[in-house]
């Protein structure tokens, strides 16, 4: 009964097998590299700065639009533009801290 040979013989790697596995590490490779953010240090820049100027605009324009408004409204002229001004320029800032220090945050950290 040891003398005879197995039914089946065990199975050799199958080069088909290997070409599979090779494309898939390519294919993931390539979705990886597909995947990754395309962003450099001076496009990041650019659109920080942007949306600074955004803030700084969005909070100055609405707090005079809303205070014009009460103003309007209220006949309380120039207490209703001042104060939404003021409180426009706060918020601009709030956002403008806090977009800085979010960004600080992602930042590497040294060792």
């Known amino acids: 009964m ?3 040979k197995p039914v089946r013989e065990p ?3 199958d080069a088909r097998i290997d070409a599979l596995e090779a494309r898939l590490k390519a294919a993931r ?3 990886n590299e597909r995947n990754r953010p ?3 240090g001076t496009d990041a820049n650019y659109r920080s700065g942007n949306r600074v100027l955004a803030d700084l605009l969005g909070g100055i324009l609405g707090g005079l639009v809303i205070g014009g408004t009460i103003d309007y409204f209220a006949g309380s002229s120039p207490w209703g533009l001042l104060v939404g001004l003021f409180l426009g320029i706060a918020v601009a800032f709030r ?3 806090r977009m800085a220090n979010t960004q600080s945050d992602d ?3 040294g060792d």
């Open 2 to 4: 040891s003398d005879e």
């Open 11 to 13: 199975i050799a790697e």
């Open 29 to 31: 490779e390539r979705e």
């Open 38 to 40: 395309q962003q450099s």
């Open 95 to 97: 956002n403008i801290f």
């Open 107 to 109: 930042a590497p950290k």
